[in-house]
């Protein structure tokens, strides 16, 4: 985790810092044996091992004020470090009223942290409450799922996913005036969001208006053709074919009027649309295209390789899905298809196989999706609850 967040500069800083502590403390305790040196130790060592499962120093003043106070028994007990130390003995009133103070004031400011409630309690209630008024229809639920998520947004204001989450509850209620308002905000905050076009494309179903509702969608797919790989996809494919057709048609109107095969970012995504909608043909085209300005696009080699495979030109396929492969390391679609094809991959896989960059595969992704992740993000598909 401090590998992937802060490179080396930031582990050889953090390893040095820790070494000096540990330096100091053992050097404390084998030359006097204190019992305090080993109490500090050992909680130093516990909180590092939190942070290294999940990393919250910087979010919680209770955890800073747990380390701080270990730190400032370290250089009290180094009369290096301070010109006079602070004894904590019973005998020294003075300093052991200090000590005895800060401790009380720290378990309390823990206590506090743990008891009062904060934007999680409020969204896991809400979602809560929201699950259960989907699955019996209580009004009260919905009452409760909404006090709860509208509370965790006033603390958040910044958060759109949150909004996003409350137009969802108002549209599975009924309520499509104020879900059309949030949506509106949304869509005039992040126009290229395509979670949000979905959300808009949805009220519209719901509002009988299929040719907006086909222009949002359109848009989406454009924005981000992953959604075509999504189960409400799939449901609009198999219960609303016209609509289908009509999405199906902007695109390809889309595709013919703007010059895409210029943009090889664009180029690639017209690609996977029109292999979602069976144009192999073109699709190919484009995808070829992309990768001739571009040819670090893993998902371009992925999609050649799906066309090859309904093709049934397998040579092909195994050539282009090892090129995503090695440019989708972490990709568990492409390893199954390469896989399936070619089974003797999986022996030269383990054989080569990285421990470290497998440990690490997960985190990172985490670490890219969540950790650095802009509240106003417009373009990554985000969580949905209350589908």
């Known amino acids: ?55 919250v120093f910087e979010d919680f003043p209770g955890i800073q004020v747990m380390y701080i ?75 409760k799922a909404l006090k709860c998520l509208n509370q965790a947004s006033l603390l958040n204001p910044r ?76 449901e609009i494919k198999a219960d609303n074919p016209e609509l289908y057709k009509m999405i199906a048609n902007n695109i390809f109107q889309f595709s013919l009027k703007k010059d895409c095969l210029h943009d090889p970012i664009m180029s690639s995504k017209i690609g996977k649309l029109m292999l979602e909608f069976e144009h192999y043909e073109e699709a190919e085209a484009y995808l070829k295209g992309a990768l001739s300005m571009l040819p670090n696009l893993g998902r371009a080699w992925y999609n050649l390789g799906l ?9 092909e396929a195994d050539y282009y899905l090892r090129k995503a492969a090695f440019l989708l390391p972490g990709d568990e679609s492409v390893r199954e298809y390469l896989l399936t094809l070619n089974p003797d991959a999986l022996v030269r896989e383990k054989k080569n196989g990285n421990f470290l960059k497998k440990r690490a595969e997960e985190y990172s992704r985490k670490f890219r999706t969540w950790y650095r992740r802009d509240p106003d993000t417009e373009v990554i598909l985000s969580v949905e609850l209350f589908k």
Do not use: H
């Open 159 to 234: 958060d759109n996913i949150l909004q996003y989450n409350i137009a969802m509850l108002y549209l599975q209620s009924g309520r499509l005036d104020e879900a059309s308002d949030i949506l509106d905000t949304l869509v005039s905050r992040c126009s290229s969001n395509a979670l949000y076009r979905i959300g808009v494309g949805r009220l519209k179903m719901m509002q009988d208006d299929m040719l907006m509702a086909s222009k949002e969608y359109t848009v989406a797919a454009i924005l981000d053709p992953r959604i075509v790989e999504d189960a409400q996809w799939e």
């Open 69 to 143: 106070v270990p730190l400032a028994g370290v250089m009290n007990m180094c009369p290096s470090c301070v010109g006079r130390p602070v004894s904590v003995r019973a005998k020294n009133k003075w300093g052991f009223a200090v000590m005895s103070g800060m401790s009380v004031l720290t378990m309390l400011g823990i206590v506090w942290c743990w008891c009062k409630t904060d934007t999680p309690d409020f969204i896991m209630d809400g979602c809560k409450y929201g699950s259960e008024y989907l699955k019996t229809g209580n009004k009260k639920d919905l009452q």
């Open 307 to 315: 066309i090859a495979v309904r093709k049934q030109e397998y040579s």
């Open 1 to 55: 985790q401090l590998l992937v967040e802060k490179g080396i500069a930031g582990v050889v800083l953090w390893g040095v810092l820790l070494l000096t502590i540990l330096m100091k403390l053992m050097t404390s305790t084998f030359k006097y044996w204190r019992i305090d040196s080993f109490i500090i130790l050992f909680a130093i060592l516990l909180l590092a091992g939190k942070e290294m499962t999940f990393a």
